[in-house]
Structures are given as structure tokens and as C-alpha cells.
């Protein structure tokens, strides 16, 4: 009889004992959060295993009078890019070499090759942009390697989501692989849907938009699941809804593990 031991999702064997290529999409509210958070996460990879990150990141916008207050950037950074800047700051404060890309993914950087996607996106379409080129991923063809993992962050004004999952080109469809975004939403798929991602013009407006501390709640969800999958093995849950307004975090469970039939 086997143990009863809870359901986990081991870190896949391709992601051994080496540097992590992670690309983030989006350098804005969650974004700028997760790149931070992502240079700690490297310090604690290298000094408990033989891992380490890599990390590229892509946005096309430059840091705005609203920007300042819930993103980490200040007034002497207004009209800069925003991904060259904050990846200057901590390839300086940290002595890394991770890469910026003033652009937008997938048109001016691919996914293939990458071991992780992060996407902090505001948009379905800008997902589907994201999706489209892993699915277009062939290793068996072109030998263009689709990521392991997609971890995608959205946020409203108090709630937000993180979900990782596998993509189909690079596991399969194994029992236990974890669905990405497009799977959990498949809503994100439809084109007719009008999108709102208009910006704000002052600070005041931005924090209608959205509360001042959602997107650091959830980057810093997302990250600690980032470090027991890379850190430790193995993570016990997909993700996690978070609403501040109730205070309520409802983690999202894993696929039910196979069950095996005695012989």
C-alpha cells in the first residue's frame, strides 16, 4: 500500500543543476516586482544548490509621473525605459549580467530556448501573443525549444492571480502537467473581448486603478512559489487567487495525481 503523501509537482529534470534562462514579460506593476524579487531569488539559488537565473527582460514602455509610488522606480528615472533601467540597477547592485530588452515579446525577443516565461501582461492579446509562439515551439522540426514553465501574474484594483503551468510542447500531455493560463482561462482566447489598457496620468489616478501594495502581494506569492519549485523540488500548488479587499488567498490545486490500480 502506498503512503499517503500529498500531491506534488516535482521540478522537471531538464531544469537541473545549472543557470535558469528566465524570460519576463512586462516591467511594470508586477513586473518590476518580480524582476527585483528575481535577484534575491538568485542569491538564495546559489547559495543552497548549483542553480542560478538568468534573466531577460522585455517591455516596451518608459517610466511615467504614475508610475512612481506602487512601481520601484523615482522621479530621476522619469522618460527612461523601464526594462533597461531597473535591470541596470540590480546587474550593478547584485554584479549579474541579465539582459534588457527596450521591445515586446514575441517580436523582438523569442520564447524559444527559454527555460521559464514570466508574463506580467495587462492584456488578453498580449497573451495570446505569448501563447501563440510557445505553442509554435518544435523541437522535433527546428529544433526550437519550447520553456518549461509559463508563469503568468495579473492583477485588478485589490485581487490578483499567478498560475504556473507546463506547455504542451515541452511536456506533453503527461498526467500530473500542470495547464497553463490559456487552459485555466480559455476565455483569454476570444478576440471579441474590448481590453482597457489605457494609462493613468498621475499617481492619484493610478491608485484608483489599482491598490498600492496588490502588485508586491502577488509578485511575492509568485516568487516563493518560483523558490520551492527551483529552490526546494517540488511545489504543492499551481497558484493562488489573492484578494486584498477580504484578505483571502485560495491556492489552486494541482492536477489529481494518477491514480495506480494493484495488479
Known amino acids: 500500500m502506498q503512503p499517503d503523501l500529498p500531491n506534488r509537482h516535482f521540478l522537471r529534470p531538464s531544469l537541473g543543476n545549472r543557470a535558469i534562462k528566465v524570460l519576463l514579460v512586462g516591467c511594470g506593476g508586477n513586473g518590476a516586482q518580480m524582476l527585483m524579487g528575481l535577484a534575491s531569488l538568485d542569491t538564495a539559488l546559489r547559495a543552497i544548490s548549483s542553480r542560478s537565473l538568468h534573466v531577460t527582460v522585455v ?10 509610488g506602487r512601481q520601484p522606480f523615482y522621479r530621476c528615472d522619469l522618460g527612461n525605459s523601464k526594462a533597461r533601467t531597473l535591470t541596470e540597477r540590480i546587474n550593478l547592485a547584485h554584479g549579474l549580467t541579465w539582459n534588457a530588452v527596450h521591445g515586446r515579446a514575441p517580436a523582438d525577443i523569442g520564447v524559444a530556448g527559454m527555460d ?10 498580449a497573451r495570446r501573443a505569448i501563447g501563440a509562439a510557445i505553442d509554435a515551439c518544435e523541437p522535433e522540426f527546428h529544433n526550437l525549444q519550447p520553456p518549461a514553465y509559463w508563469l503568468d501574474l495579473g492583477n485588478r484594483a485589490t485581487d490578483g492571480q499567478l498560475i504556473i503551468g507546463c506547455p504542451k510542447g515541452a511536456a506533453g500531455d503527461k498526467p500530473g502537467r500542470l495547464p497553463t493560463v490559456m487552459e485555466y482561462f480559455p476565455e483569454l482566447a476570444d478576440e471579441s473581448v474590448a481590453e482597457d489598457d489605457a494609462p493613468s496620468c498621475s499617481v492619484a489616478e493610478a491608485l484608483e486603478k489599482q491598490s498600492l501594495f496588490v502588485n508586491r502581494v ?11 519549485l527551483l529552490g526546494r523540488g517540488s511545489i504543492g500548488h499551481a497558484g493562488a487567487f489573492i484578494n486584498l479587499a477580504t484578505g483571502q488567498t485560495l491556492p489552486i490545486p494541482l492536477p489529481a495525481a494518477p491514480v495506480e490500480v494493484a495488479a
Open 59 to 68: 517591455d516596451d514602455d518608459t517610466v511615467s509621473e504614475a508610475n512612481l
Open 116 to 125: 521559464i516565461v514570466i508574463t506580467c501582461v495587462d492584456t488578453a492579446g
Open 218 to 228: 502577488v509578485a511575492s506569492h509568485a516568487l516563493a512559489l518560483l523558490f520551492d
